[in-house]
């Protein structure tokens, strides 16, 4: 019995460090759905704008805009989710491993390395809509 506690505490003592990394995913998600509701709302803007006079040029480009942009921030947030189920997975598999004294370091690495390409992916799509908004404002 007294084995099994020192397994468990040190896998806690192990897992920390993943929920720290789950904490900052879920504030970048936080930032990244800030940025969708703003493209949302602008989206709005600009369809009313369009809908109550004559369409502009300007107007339609905006609007393909604001959709590749949504899109982008899309994906991102999807694969940062990705990433954070994959560290949930990992800390998981941690402690299934300590209780059932399995050797699942395979596993638990693979979902970590799984999750750090995850969240690769998506603060590449992040910074791919920051430029694309950066250099639509600077026209």
Do not use: W
Not at 43 to 67: F, M, N, W
């Amino acid at each position: 019995m007294e084995t099994h506690l020192t397994d468990i505490a040190h896998v806690i003592q192990l897992s920390v460090a993943p929920v720290f990394l789950l904490t900052a995913i879920s504030t970048l998600i936080g930032a990244m759905n800030t940025r969708l509701g703003r493209t949302i709302d602008r989206r709005r803007v600009v369809i009313d704008k369009h809908q109550s006079g004559q369409p502009t040029a300007a107007d339609t480009e905006e609007l393909e805009l604001l959709a590749r942009r949504r899109h982008l921030i899309y994906l991102a947030i999807l694969f940062a989710v990705i990433a954070a189920l994959l560290v949930c997975l990992v800390v998981a598999g941690a402690f299934l491993g300590a209780l059932m004294s399995a050797d699942l370091a395979r596993l638990v690495a693979a979902f970590f390395i799984l999750a750090m390409g995850s969240m690769i992916a998506a603060l590449t799509l992040f910074l791919r809509e920051i430029y694309l908004a950066v250099s639509a404002g600077s026209r």
